[in-house]
């Protein structure tokens, strides 16, 4: 049961959640939940999408209402009725879609959550707080900038500052790794066990197993809205987690490697020294050569910010060379539309599907035919055939394996269901490239599988894959052949089976390269 | 041209353009908080005639502009009720309460058309008593002109250097965030509606009881219009709002004085000056990131469940 403690049962758990229960229309989110966390804890919250953990917390900071259950802090019961009640009971929350308001600046961002703000803003004396914080914990940030111009590490810390500045003594972080970079989740997990040090009570939802193993000191698993276990991290380990979250053990695919490549044939895609314009803090690329040739797939490391973006866009035409040239499938496409190089063949999986790759407002079925509008148009345009459309999603659900709602607007979809609707739309037409940028991100375990499945067979179909991602071991398993980014330029080119991670690792860091 | 007529000129964009400073002063509040009032026409309607109809009545300006402020107050809070309350679309609420106002003005106006009022007394523009009586008689100003430009620094430090502005913000940039602080997104758009509503009905004072004294039905020809199109040329900065309501005001004072200098350009084209120039600006101008429209602006805020 959850609550037995490491720390002994002498000690009353800072937050107790006890037999919560919520539903949504047609789901059962949380089933009888006993979850607690301790002072100087750091409780990881491990579980698939949809396992219930975002609406655990979410109760627990007020955000949603329990349908039954009760929250003792401190052994005593306390109603947590709105974000405010959760406030007063030193409860902060980071979301994983961040809260920052874009336009103001990261003092008045922080300012919105001080508690006692005078009615009259001191400005000074809110910089001088947020200073003193930042060096304490090493959380660098300006005050002044506008949140706007910061990057996803960066708004990160500012979350962080707003929630220990705003007095929050447990801190909820909703999957705060999804969008970092390898080294800054390993700063924040420095950040975090510092604070653990200081007595913070720390509750970390996420669904990587690794990340757990690394800094959690206690772990729930939940499974369809029920507690599959709770366990000390010492008598934790990888396959147990797995199983518990699963059910059962899962096998990750055999990529299986490509046969020597026929020199001979034309490559797919040819970039000649292509160079971009990159405004403000926007990386651009260098004189990049590259090639990706039928039935390989080219994985490109990078930490992030280092042009994988610019890398994806300016193949799709997003963006635009500034010098150089861009061959597609032997045609010299330098500057074609998007609507060109999509016709040609091209598929693209960005980065970040909600604000690029979907339209919030219209549904699944509406979004699925979006790229493809002139395939389903017919009398001309004026009228789209949507029994082929469903048809054909409902088709490549059943080969991928997915499912997701089409009828539900783009916007009420989880991350992982977004980055399986855009998976599917964007190979389920036998594209002849495909760009792919943080294919698994948001996925579970299970998903993810079923994605870097997808781009094998995809490749095995002759088709060539660029695939961006900064987890390196995806990449090995999957790249035929890996790139390393670095600052705008390719600084490596390996075989996966002529390197390791260490070495690409390295590049990726700038650490042997002499940068210009 | 005169050195007359260009005193006239600045002299008239002075006085009409205050009227059009308030109301969008109080555009600049509503829509930071979230909302479009394209119902500000009707606002401005309703509250010229309360007040000059309690002007006419009590015989005292002030308590005239005070009943107007009060009913500019009131009229955005029947739209908050539409689109707050009951999450209403924001530009057919507004629409609607446009229409509802022009009714309601007629009949609380009717009679009142033609009386006489005692208006705001005119104060000369303090240094200038040594001008010549023609040129001075030009900046003899009332009490709300001289209090606007302070009303547009009140403005800016109530939305920048204030709790309250700080959250009003952050309503008109994402409700939900400003629920997840702990504010009341409902009350806070209420709040805006009802300061954004007085500082209209300032304006819609100045207009009926001093500038042109009297009560003519549709007397505001636009206004409220123009103050929603100046909040986007003030990118909704209040001090801004300064430069676009004179530069506005000016206008149509200087293409009245080329009418009535019998300039041979149709006056129906000169008519178009004003308004060619706000688009121009607004071309010139364009969308930068820094200082684009407030991110959640006409959109419904639901809560959670």
Avoid at chain 1, 182 to 203: K, M, N, S
Avoid at chain 1, 337 to 356: H, K, N, Y
Avoid at chain 1, 394 to 418: E, I, V
């Amino acid at each position: 049961m959850p609550d037995q403690s490491h720390q002994g049962s002498a000690q009353t758990p800072f937050i107790a959640m006890r037999e919560i229960t919520k539903t949504f229309p047609g789901v059962v989110a949380n089933d009888q939940i006993n979850f607690d966390v301790y002072r100087s804890e750091i409780h990881a919250l491990l579980g698939e999408n949809g396992a219930g953990k975002s609406t655990l917390v979410k109760i627990l900071y007020g955000y949603y209402r329990a349908d039954a259950g009760r929250i003792l802090l401190d052994g005593k019961p306390v109603s947590i009725r709105s974000p405010q009640d959760a406030r007063r009971a030193n409860i902060g929350m980071v979301f994983q879609e961040f809260t920052l308001i874009p336009a103001l600046s990261v003092a008045e961002n922080i300012a919105l959550f001080l508690p006692e703000l005078p009615a009259v803003l001191n400005r000074r004396e809110i910089h001088r707080q947020i200073q003193a914080l930042s060096e304490r914990y090493e959380l660098h940030v300006d005050p002044q900038v506008m949140v706007a111009g910061l990057s996803v590490g960066e708004r990160q810390k500012v979350e962080i500052l707003k929630l220990l500045l705003s007095n929050a003594r447990i801190l909820i972080l909703d999957e705060p790794t999804r969008v970092l970079a390898p080294h800054e989740v390993v700063a924040l997990f420095r950040v975090l066990d510092h604070l653990r040090q200081d007595g913070y009570a720390i509750i970390l939802i996420t669904h990587k197993v690794k990340e757990v193993l690394q800094c959690a000191d206690r772990i729930t698993v939940l499974r369809a809205g029920r507690v599959a276990g709770s366990l000390p991290r010492a008598e934790a380990d990888e396959g147990k987690l797995v199983t518990l979250m699963f059910g059962r053990e899962l096998v990750g695919p055999k990529a299986g490697r490509q046969k020597a490549r026929d020199e001979a044939v034309p490559p797919l895609l040819e970039l000649r020294g292509v160079e971009t314009r990159a405004e403000g803090a926007e990386t651009s690329l260098k004189g990049i050569d590259l090639r990706v040739y039928p039935g390989e797939i080219v994985g490109v490391a990078g930490v992030s910010g280092n042009g994988q973006r610019e890398l994806g866009d300016i193949v799709l035409g997003m963006i635009r060379c500034a010098r150089g040239k861009k061959l597609l499938f032997g045609e010299d496409l330098t500057h074609a539309s998007i609507g060109t190089v999509r016709r040609r063949g091209v598929a693209f999986v960005p980065e970040d599907p909600l604000t690029m790759a979907a339209v919030p407002f219209m549904t699944v079925l509406e979004n699925m035919a979006l790229t493809r509008t002139w395939h389903y148009a017919r009398s001309g345009g004026f009228r789209v055939d949507w029994q082929a459309i469903r048809s054909d999603v409902q088709d490549a659900m059943g080969r991928f394996g997915f499912s997701f709602p089409l009828y539900a607007p783009a916007r009420a979809l989880s991350g992982g269901n977004l980055q399986r609707m855009t998976i599917v739309r964007e190979l389920a037409h036998g594209p002849r490239l495909i760009i792919a940028s943080y294919p698994t991100r948001g996925l579970d375990v299970q998903s993810a599988i079923a994605a870097r499945q997808a781009l094998i067979q995809a490749r095995d179909d002759g088709a060539g894959v660029l695939l961006i991602s900064e987890d390196l071991e995806e990449l090995f398993a999957l790249s035929d052949r890996l790139i390393v980014l670095y600052g705008g330029r390719i600084v490596g080119t390996f075989r996966p089976e002529e390197t390791d991670a260490y070495t690409v690792g390295h590049l990726m860091t700038g650490a042997e390269v002499q940068h210009v | 041209m005169t050195l007359l007529s260009v005193l006239g000129v600045i002299s008239s964009a002075i006085f009409s353009g205050t009227s059009l400073l308030y109301t969008t002063l109080g555009e600049v509040i509503t829509e930071r908080s979230g909302i479009v009032n394209l119902g500000l026409e009707g606002v401005l309607l309703v509250s010229a005639s309360t007040g000059f109809a309690v002007a006419s009545l009590t015989g005292n300006p002030y308590l005239g502009v005070l009943a107007a402020a009060l009913a500019g107050g009131l009229m955005n809070l029947i739209l908050g009720y539409l689109v707050v309350t009951r999450r209403g679309n924001q530009l057919a609420s507004g629409l609607a309460l446009m229409f509802f106002g022009f009714g309601l003005s007629a009949l609380i106006g009717k009679p009142y058309v033609g009386a006489k009022i005692k208006g705001l007394p005119r104060i000369l523009l303090p240094g200038l008593q040594e001008l010549p009586r023609l040129y001075a008689s030009l900046f003899r100003f009332d009490l709300l002109i001289y209090l606007v430009i302070p009303a547009a620094v009140l403005v800016w430090w109530l939305l920048f250097r204030t709790r309250w502005g700080l959250g009003l913000r952050a309503v008109g940039e994402s409700a939900d965030t400003a629920f997840a602080s702990g504010r009341n997104p409902w009350l806070i758009r209420y709040q805006a509606l009802f300061v954004g509503g007085l500082l209209a009905g300032l304006g819609a004072a100045h207009l009926s009881i001093a500038y042109a004294m009297n009560w003519t039905e549709y007397m505001t020809a636009g206004r409220g219009f123009i103050a929603v199109a100046l909040v986007i040329f003030s990118k909704w900065h209040p001090l801004r709002a300064i430069v676009g309501a004179l530069l506005f005001s000016a206008a149509v004072a200087f293409q009245l004085l080329l009418q009535s200098s019998g300039i041979k350009v149709s006056p129906f084209l000169l008519d178009t000056i004003p308004y060619l120039l706000t688009l121009l600006v607004l071309i010139i101008w364009g969308g930068t990131r820094k200082h684009a429209a407030p991110a959640s602006l006409g959109r419904v805020y639901h809560g959670t469940e």
